[in-house]
């Protein structure tokens, strides 16, 4: 059975940093892995995927602050956020994708940018 399970939320300044870690267990066989945010009466949208191969997409919004990067051996997926803004507050979710085809979310973490 895999668990992904996030950490690294908070509550931060504007311009602040903070450092989100996503950790699968149950040794997966993953495809991708990615980051998604839910802010309060909007969808869910995604800020950043990387594969196994090491392809990476950001959406526009967090380009040049936000950068994912993953650690195969751990099975574990960061997402470095620096400069971040009132408008990145929401609660955060990894992704997990596998094979066979599966996606796992996690239980979501809460990141609150003041201003």
């Known amino acids: 059975q895999v668990q992904v399970v996030e950490s690294g939320g908070g509550l931060v300044q504007a311009g602040g940093s903070l450092r989100l870690s996503c950790a699968a267990s149950?040794?997966?066989?993953?495809?991708?892995s990615g980051w998604y945010r839910q802010a309060p009466g909007k969808q869910r949208e995604l800020v950043a995927t990387?594969?196994?191969?090491?392809?990476?997409v950001y959406s526009e919004s967090v380009k040049s602050r936000f950068t994912i990067s993953r650690d195969n051996a751990k099975n574990t997926v960061y997402l470095q956020m620096n400069s971040l803004k009132p408008e990145d507050t929401a609660v955060y979710y990894c992704?997990?994708?596998?094979?066979?085809?599966?996606?796992?979310w996690g239980q979501g973490t809460q990141v609150t940018v003041s201003s």
């Open positions: 149950g040794s997966p066989i993953i495809t991708k």
């Open positions: 990387i594969t196994t191969a090491g392809t990476i």
């Open positions: 992704n997990i994708r596998t094979i066979p085809f599966r996606d796992y």
